[in-house]
């Protein structure tokens, strides 16, 4: 619809690992697509499959991994059939990624400095003292103090969340298109993840960069995207703008997670409620919906026969045959019983 | 206006990203943590004192290394030869002295030479990993199941002794130890993330073994080299001693040993000097070296 907003397509990717057990496919069939300055979530269960999405887009799946099939375009540029050395210099330069852990994802023996001075000097081919200014400045920009002295310290003199921003900064360094954000805040303290999440915001809008964020934790999707991605098993199950994700979602499996989301703003007393047991292993995953062994409302059709994503209205799509008009008794049913 | 104590205070909005404690670097700490090691301090001090010595003595004494003077031949250690002389009528201090050198050259040169094939080659083998890995390291154990010095002795006798032969010699041969080290410190550390983050910002492999993995093992690298100087300086003085090493008159501790032990009963102190000097040394070395294991160790840090 809109092709000249668009920044990023996937289409059918298809990423597994060939283990000596067999072949486990960690991303099965997704495909999505993501605008200029547009941020989405990417939500699910530890192990259904997105970092191994994110590395997809980056080709940074280690062995014995490969992208089976599919189609990655980024900006017009077909992303799988570049070469290594072509892809090195998309990494970093169009497409940057920032971790989970800020403690091990910095070099504990060169300056901070120095690591966000790399990309420059790679990609934009700028001197050492162009690249240390852009660096006080890309410093000064993710909000740390005394940039220019901070600039020549090592990571284990910043704080987890100034190590984070630091991340940050060597990730946006180059004023990448894509920035993916790979649980950005899970191991930081939660006055530290609204800070994160609230720069990361601040920025999309002053780089217009356009931001994957990959979390478990509902939570935090709100306030930076505009849309959401449920995955589970290696499969998108459900997808819409944030709305009908928080207040109409069709899927058994996102109504879990959003109920296992603890929330301040709740006026009556609400129970958490776990999602009972473990996302299959996918090296065999179960017949049928891949969610049907850990689901309450499972039908007959569920064990059987795997539901397409099926249109539920403005962009709202669901994998889940409770969406279907045959299914509506079982669906009054859960409904009735708080979904 | 008279300020209460219950009036706002002014604050600095940016002090509170700061962090109060002060910071130490790594090095640093390691320093701090090295001088409390006695016997690594006794090393250090022997040796910075060797080296000295070594670079000004020979110029302070009144002979040279090959001044010959027959009617002082073999004279015990008294007020103008310290250490005595030789069955020459050369003064012993001065060679000894001399002999430092050649020693310290010969150990520093070729523990550089041999710590740079075998952190490039260890280097690859971790990060290449797989077959790579495996074909490298085999290659590394059948020539471990050679006696090396039995290589090195056929090395000298193809290209004839010399200070520059023996040093390629050794550094050639020694390095399968610092090789086996960078390997399993690379194995361990390419799974580490910043290594994945290095990824994706686009360096490339050899980027990330030299700028990132590399400066990271720095520590195995510094005990593995100071430990293996006198490993060279020993080396030296055994091809010396079997008349391998430096030709006359040039004098090193080991062929000043090797001229000296016929006279053993007679001039004792002709061997004692040189072979004091070898054990001292090789001693301060693997003090300092122990130290360094110590200092280094980030397990130690607290």
């Known amino acids: 619809m809109h092709t000249d907003d668009r920044l990023l397509a996937i289409e059918d990717l298809k990423t597994s690992f060939f283990t000596y057990v067999g072949e486990v496919k960690a991303v099965d069939g997704v495909s999505f697509d993501l605008d200029k300055a547009e941020a989405i979530a990417i939500v699910g269960e530890s192990g259904c499959g997105k970092t191994v999405t994110a590395m997809s887009i980056l080709r940074l799946i280690p062995p014995p991994g490969r992208i089976v099939r599919g189609r990655i375009t980024l900006d017009g540029q077909d992303l799988l059939a570049k070469s290594e050395r072509d892809m090195q210099q998309v990494r970093g330069n169009d497409v940057s990624m920032i971790f989970q852990d800020p403690m091990t994802s910095l070099n504990p023996v060169l300056t901070i400095g120095l690591q966000i001075m790399e990309p420059l000097i790679l990609h934009q081919g700028m001197s050492k003292e162009a690249a240390r200014q852009r660096a006080v400045e890309m410093l000064e920009l993710v909000g740390i103090p005394h940039a220019a002295r901070r600039v020549n310290q090592y990571p284990h003199q910043f704080s987890g969340g100034m190590r984070q921003r630091a991340m940050i900064a060597m990730a946006l360094a180059c004023n990448p298109k894509l920035l993916l954000a790979d649980e950005p805040t899970t191991s930081l303290d939660v006055t530290i993840q609204a800070q994160i999440i609230e720069l990361m915001k601040d920025l999309k809008q002053k780089l217009s960069t356009s931001i994957i964020l990959i979390t478990h934790d509902l939570g935090i999707v709100a306030g930076l995207c505009s849309r959401v991605l449920v995955m589970y098993a290696g499969k998108i199950i459900e997808t819409g703008p944030i709305k009908a994700i928080y207040h109409d979602a069709r899927h058994p499996y996102t109504w879990g997670l959003l109920k296992s989301v603890p929330r301040l703003d709740a006026l009556e007393k609400r129970r958490l409620v776990p999602i009972l047991g473990q996302p299959p292993d996918l090296l065999r995953p179960p017949a049928g919906c891949r969610f049907h062994p850990r689901c309450g409302h499972a039908m007959h059709i569920c064990l059987e026969e795997e539901p397409e994503l099926f249109e539920a209205g403005d962009g709202h799509r669901v994998a889940c045959w409770l969406t279907q008009p045959q299914a509506a008794g079982v669906l009054k049913e859960a409904m009735a019983g708080g979904r | 206006m008279a300020t209460t104590p219950f009036a706002r205070a002014q604050q600095d909005p940016n002090a509170i990203q700061e962090i109060v404690r002060p910071s130490v670097t790594y090095w640093a700490d390691a320093w701090r943590r090295l001088k409390q090691s006695r016997t690594a301090m006794f090393g250090l001090c022997f040796l910075a004192f060797l080296i000295v010595v070594a670079l000004l003595g020979p110029a302070l004494t009144p002979w040279t290394y090959s001044d010959q003077d027959l009617t002082r031949a073999n004279l015990p250690p008294n007020r103008t030869n310290w250490f005595g002389t030789d069955d020459l009528g050369r003064d012993l201090l001065t060679r000894t002295l001399y002999g430092a050198r050649i020693s310290l050259l010969i ?57 520059i032969n023996i040093v390629i010699a050794i550094g050639a041969l020694y390095w399968l130890g610092m090789a086996r080290i960078v390997r399993g410190q690379i194995l361990a550390l390419k799974e580490q993330e910043f290594v994945l983050a290095a990824r994706t910002i686009g360096a490339g492999p050899w980027r990330i073994l030299f700028r990132h993995l590399l400066p990271n093992c720095m520590g195995p690298i510094i005990v593995t080299l100071t430990l293996s100087i006198p490993g060279a300086i020993f080396t030296e003085a055994f091809l010396s001693f079997i008349g391998l090493g430096v030709s006359a008159p040039m004098a090193s501790w080991g062929t000043m040993a090797a001229d000296s032990y016929g006279a053993l009963r007679t001039y004792p102190w002709q061997l004692l000097f040189p072979a004091g000097a070898i054990s001292l040394t090789m001693l301060a070395f693997n003090f300092l070296g122990d130290g360094l294991r110590d200092a280094l160790d980030p397990r130690m840090r607290k």
Do not use: H, W
Request: proline share 2%; glycine share 18%.
């Open chain 2, 107 to 163: 150990g520093l040169l070729a523990s550089f030479i041999q710590s740079s094939i075998g952190i490039i080659y260890g280097g690859i083998s971790g990060f290449a990993g797989g077959r790579t890995d495996n074909f490298m390291m085999r290659i590394v154990d059948i020539l471990y199941g050679i006696p090396v010095i039995l290589f090195v002795i056929i090395l000298m006798m193809i290209f004839g002794a010399g200070l």
